[in-house]
């Protein structure tokens, strides 16, 4: 089969697969290969799934972009490989995955959420954290895509080896709101990459409320 062809029987198949929030993997993929990745519309601004699956999938395009800058013919079935690839993660994207040699490990989403949440405790000034912020255009996105999935506590989206987590913080009166939020970012962020193996990962903290 020729390149042309396997590229566009990938893209057939990508066509029919979505991620959490409803969005086509192949609509997402093609703004990443047009070199929009960092041009969010008004949903994807908000949406934690779209933010995740192009950073993701632009992680995965790189080396199509930078074969095409080069005066030489890319490697037969480099598109081939890269097209099976984003297939893969996109069958299950309550999940991260990570390939490798001797298989592969699979890591449920409400996991990462849950170790967020966990870490986030753990910053002194923080009274609490919930999985998701309050804001109501948020909160809607992300209902509406759990209910579907029935993760009704997943403010995550997932795709390959990367994650974006919403997470909203109740900060102790008197502490440095800024330093805090902070904190929690940096916390959070090593604890994933360290744990789950994450390698790209956004934390997004809304500060909701300050207890006396």
Not at 46 to 72: R, Y
Not at 81 to 106: E, F
Request: a negative charge.
């Amino acid at each position: 089969m020729s390149e042309a062809k396997s590229a566009e029987r990938s893209r057939d198949i990508l066509r029919v697969l979505t991620v959490a929030c409803g969005r086509s993997v192949d609509q997402l993929l093609e703004q990443v290969a047009d070199g929009h990745a960092d041009e969010l519309d008004s949903h994807q601004a908000d949406c934690v799934h779209c933010q995740a699956a192009l950073s993701e999938l632009n992680s995965l395009w790189s080396p199509v972009v930078e074969f095409a800058k080069q005066p030489v013919q890319a490697p037969p079935g480099l598109v081939d490989n890269v097209m099976d690839r984003i297939y893969a993660l996109a069958q299950d994207v309550w999940y991260t995955l990570q390939l490798s040699d001797i298989g592969a490990v699979k890591i449920a989403a409400r996991v990462v959420g849950r170790l967020a949440r966990d870490t986030a405790r753990t910053v002194p000034g923080v009274r609490a954290a919930l999985g998701r912020t309050s804001q109501g255009r948020i909160v809607q996105l992300v209902e509406a895509a759990t209910r579907r999935h029935r993760h009704p506590h997943a403010a995550v989206g997932v795709l390959g080896r990367t994650a974006v987590v919403d997470i909203a913080v109740a900060v102790r009166y008197g502490e440095d709101v800024h330093e805090v939020a902070a904190e929690v970012q940096q916390r959070v962020i090593a604890r994933l990459r360290h744990d789950v193996g994450l390698q790209l990962v956004n934390v997004n903290v809304t500060v909701d409320d300050v207890v006396i």
